[in-house]
């Protein structure tokens, strides 16, 4: 019989994550503060974060060594298995060969809490009581609470409105890792109650709710926790890639094109970075394909440039493509893929041309992501649909150009928390809902320069 997944030994769990910034053949953009636009130090990040993470957020150093105690949480799903997609491969006659890294087997079935442990493992270790955070489909949020419960620390939860209504199961799972969760915008803060008073029934957004968790934290002394866009938690999904590119050489394969969808570009980048190293240094020659949502398409629309993390314009500013911290994006399913930035890093390798972006409608990515559904046993989160429906196009090229090509993606969820959408589109009821080009550019024109 034909393997179908390559299982490492929890003995070759990774010892340490891989930082890509001191390997980049570019100079990254330092983020800077609003008013001077000058760099800001370390310093700027204090309020929020411990000084091991703002270490790491501005580290030099090639390899960061994991903590035990989090190689020990990690080891509840770590390391994750590697698939063959044999039977995806029947369905679509291709002479491709599809992979895909599965960290839907994790506590709360997405890649996020790879870096949620260790993100409450320093907190905890610099004294922090209490974690704020903001989450969009629930995925961070449940990681959060999920990471905070094993070290003992609280946690507090700004849920985007339109996720904390379409995905109550989310929030109870929060709340039964002993979480409080609030629907964003709130009248807790000052930014939500400016949200508010413009537009009280505003579906929210990541950028509005990370305003909130960041001012909660600054005002009462907590710490603030994110989960993706920064370089330190890119830095912690690197685990994924460092782990497949093991279980491909027990597979007697390597990729030619690594897939992973992207909202804020963490479960990219972790799939990715690994891969992008063996590029630079190892001579290899790796395709490298980020996927969006055509209603939010931060990386294939958005202007490179400096712009704020979050609506209230509280952090520091950053180099990347943005579609305007004020852009709402349509409440399409695929809640962690909709904000409006992109990590600094992956937006600066796609300015460079070093890793590629494309876009797609709702409809047609849930079209991919049943029909993976029904081939390989997995209902995938609506997000990672996006990398399948580019997996899928892939594989048909190949099949046209008769190339036997080295797929892998990252299967970064699963999406048994989401089923009423797969519910809306069986019923033929989901639309492609789209942003409008007159919204992007009200929001791209409202970027301070
Ligand atoms: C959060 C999330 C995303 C989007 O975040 P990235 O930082 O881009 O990875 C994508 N898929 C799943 C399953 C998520 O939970």
């Keep these: 019989m034909d393997q179908t997944k390559y299982l490492l030994d929890e003995s070759r769990m990774p010892r340490s994550w891989y930082n890509i910034a001191p390997d980049l053949p570019f100079d990254l953009a330092p983020p800077v503060a609003p008013d ?7 310093d700027a990040f204090a309020p929020i974060f411990p000084k091991a993470i703002i270490e790491q957020e501005v580290s030099t150093e090639r390899y960061v060594e994991i903590p035990e105690e989090v190689r020990e949480i990690y ?4 390391p994750t298995p590697l698939f063959r997609a044999r039977r995806l491969e029947k369905v679509l006659d291709t002479p491709a060969h599809i992979y895909y890294k599965y960290e839907g087997v994790s506590p709360t079935g997405s890649h996020k809490p790879n870096t949620a442990v260790p993100q409450a493992y320093y907190n905890r270790e610099a004294g922090v009581r209490r974690l704020t955070t ?7 949020g449940s990681s959060l609470a999920f990471a905070c419960q094993a ?57 509005i709710a990370i305003s909130e968790a960041v001012e909660d934290a600054v005002v009462s002394g907590a710490k603030y926790s994110l989960g993706s866009v920064l370089n330190h938690v890119l830095m912690h999904q ?22 992973g969808c992207a909202g804020g570009g ?11 190293r063996e590029n630079l240094a190892n001579g290899r020659n790796t395709r490298l394909i980020a996927v ?91 997000e990672v649909t996006h990398a399948i429906k580019a997996v899928r196009d892939l594989a048909l090229q190949a099949k046209e150009a008769g190339e036997r090509k080295t797929i892998l993606f990252n299967l970064c969820g699963h999406g048994y928390f989401d089923m009423v959408a797969y519910e809306r589109y069986l019923a033929g009821e989901l639309e492609d809902l789209e942003h409008s080009e007159e919204s992007i550019e009200r929001a791209i024109s409202a970027i301070p320069s």
């Design 238 to 259: 690197t685990v994924i890639g460092e782990e497949a590119l093991e279980q491909f050489e027990m597979a007697g394969e390597y990729p030619d094109i690594v897939v």
């Design 36 to 42: 001077t636009r000058k760099p800001v130090g370390p």
């Design 151 to 207: 070290m003992g620390l609280e946690c507090t939860v700004y849920m985007v409105r339109i996720s904390y209504a379409q995905k109550p199961y989310r929030r109870m799972m929060m709340e039964t890792f002993g979480a409080e969760v609030f629907p964003s915008p709130t009248d807790r803060t000052n930014a939500g109650r400016g949200i508010l008073g413009k537009d009280p029934d505003s579906p929210g957004s990541l950028g």
């Design 292 to 382: 969006e949502p055509s209603s939010c398409p931060t990386l294939t629309k958005g202007r490179f440039t400096y712009d704020f993390g979050d609506a209230a314009g509280m952090t520091p500013m950053m180099k990347m493509y943005t579609l305007g911290s004020s852009f709402v994006p349509p409440g399409i399913h695929a809640g962690g893929l909709r904000y409006h930035g992109d990590s600094p890093i992956l937006s600066a390798l796609v300015h460079e041309n070093m890793v590629e972006a494309v876009a797609y409608p709702q409809n047609a990515t849930f079209a991919a992501g049943l029909e993976f559904a029904k081939a390989e046993g997995i209902i995938p989160a609506p």
């Design 266 to 276: 963490s479960n990219f980048g972790g799939v990715a970075f690994p891969f992008l």
């Design 134 to 140: 903001e989450t969009g489909a629930g995925q961070w």
């Design 75 to 78: 080891s509840l799903w770590r």
